[in-house]
């Protein structure tokens, strides 16, 4: 089992910035951040795999850093140039093995609320 707990959301303002966080009960390999909006789907915005990351969601390239510091066990989402629909629930998620990417997370935390206004 893994426990993950997120913190770190909030409410700014378009263009402001935000880091996320996400400790983790034990080292794991696969780690990301999802999101969802209300009336939305959940989507994959970026994630870890051992000591790279995978791919970032197109939306949030060049604006959002995903980083994992191994001491702590914790993954961050540093997200900055924030834009309106980048509001949303955050969700840090783990998986036990090394596939990481189209496949499910078995791990959730509880979850961040970020509201970004205009």
């Known amino acids: 089992q893994v426990q993950l707990v997120e913190s770190g959301g909030g409410s700014v303002q378009a263009g402001g910035s935000l880091r996320l966080s996400c400790a983790a009960s034990?080292?794991?390999?696969?780690m990301a951040w999802f999101r969802q909006a209300p009336g939305k789907e959940r989507e994959r915005v970026a994630g870890v795999a051992g000591a790279g990351t995978t791919p970032y969601r197109d939306s949030v390239k060049g604006r959002f850093t995903v980083s994992r510091d191994n001491d702590k066990n914790t993954l961050y989402l540093q997200m900055n140039s924030l834009k309106p629909e980048d509001t949303a629930m955050y969700y840090c998620?783990?998986?036990?093995?090394?596939?990481?990417?189209?496949?499910?997370?078995?791990?959730w935390g509880q979850g961040t609320q970020v509201t970004v206004s205009s």
């Open positions: 034990r080292s794991i390999y696969c």
């Open positions: 998620a783990a998986r036990r093995d090394t596939a990481c990417l189209n496949v499910d997370y078995h791990y």
